[in-house]
């Protein structure tokens, strides 16, 4: 079968592999769509995976074409959409069934093969069957919007809040779809690109709550468009010091921040910004993955649910796709930056 290896740090080819079969307890699992995440380009081109040679891909969807020993054969032919952190069960995290901090996990794309193939193979634990409406591309969509989801629950703004977001990448971008579903719709959103402020317009954010932070102080534009009040919660969809610090500076009194970006580097802050965190009695708050628990209110069932009721159109943010054959251009873009794109899409 073909699937995209990355075999080492910076070489990621297309290649013909054998074909896997399912372990007992496990699907396989026919890739019909796979979206690049922002975490993939340093994972290909800077960090590497933790094993080598390895199928990247872990915001995939598709359907199951063979179940392994012990597995419900009800499974065969559906549509599925796949969480891929595979837990161990057993640590203290997972005991509590909080498996996105599982201490021992394996991953999909990560850990062991991913999406970006025509098969996968994944544990029948972590399949969720997708209703007839959502699509395939919605579903590999799953996995960022859980994320987005998290970050939100993890802070929980009020209607009444006023709401930063800052970075608007594809979890930025969801971050804002989810929080205009659940009706917090005083948000102020901070990019650095034309084309965001474009599509926050066309999530549904007036255009005067729209400001490029890369061209003036974005703290001080914040107190000044919420009564000089500052900002109730704060989503940092970016992982730098700067906008931690914007955060941190913008932040009402009992302000919540939440730090959603992963870090491009070494964290620190000022020692006048710091004050604020003490002095204003900040929550600042991590968020990481997604919660997959099988219960209807865990955050994919969320997901599935608004997606299902028509109420959230993450297809909006799809702005490449690409066959199988050209997907390594996706990967190019996304390092180099060289065109406009939110989320890209591998059509398999
Ligand atoms: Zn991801
Ligand atoms: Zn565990």
Redesign the pocket.
């Known amino acids: 079968m073909k699937a995209l290896v990355l075999k080492d740090i910076g070489k990621l080819e297309i290649e013909n592999i054998d074909k896997p079969s399912p372990e007992p307890g496990e699907v396989l699992v026919s890739v019909k769509a796979c979206g690049i995440?922002g975490?993939d380009i340093p994972r290909v081109y800077k960090d590497g995976a933790h094993n080598m040679p390895l199928v990247i891909g872990?915001?995939f969807a598709g359907v199951v074409e063979s179940c392994g020993e012990g597995v419900d054969e009800k499974w065969i032919g559906k549509r599925v959409g796949v969480f891929p952190l595979i837990p161990c069960g057993e640590c203290e995290c997972c005991k509590i069934r909080k498996y996105e901090m599982c201490k021992r996990y394996s991953y999909n794309g990560s850990r062991r093969n991913g999406g970006f193939a025509e098969y996968v193979t994944v544990p029948e634990w972590n399949l969720i069957e997708l209703p007839e409406t959502v699509t395939m591309e919605q579903a590999a969509m799953f996995?960022?919007m859980a994320?987005a989801v998290h970050a939100i629950r993890r802070v929980n703004p009020s209607s009444e809040d006023a709401v930063v977001v800052m970075g608007l990448g594809t979890i930025g971008l969801l971050v804002i779809m989810f929080l205009l579903d659940m009706g917090v719709n005083n948000i102020f959103a901070i990019g650095n690109k034309d084309f965001q402020k474009k599509l926050v317009m066309e999530l549904g954010v007036p255009e005067e709550h729209y400001f490029d932070g890369s061209k003036d102080n974005a703290a001080e534009w914040i107190i000044a468009n919420t009564n000089y009040l500052g900002a109730d919660v704060f989503f940092e969809c970016i992982g730098k010091n700067e906008s931690l610090a914007v955060g941190i500076e913008a932040a009402a009194p009992l302000g919540k921040i939440c730090t959603v970006g992963n870090p491009y580097s070494d964290m620190g802050l000022d020692r006048d910004v710091y004050w604020k965190i003490l002095r204003n009695q900040l929550t600042l708050t991590g968020t990481w993955n997604s919660s997959f628990t099988h219960d209807i209110s865990d955050d994919w069932n969320y997901v599935i649910l608004r997606l299902q009721q028509g109420a959230v159109h993450p297809e909006k943010l799809i702005t490449h796709r690409f066959g199988m054959d050209e997907i390594l251009e996706g990967f190019e873009i996304m390092r180099d930056k060289r065109e406009e794109y939110v989320k890209i899409l591998g059509i398999i």
């Open positions: 995440c975490s872990h915001e996995e960022p994320v």
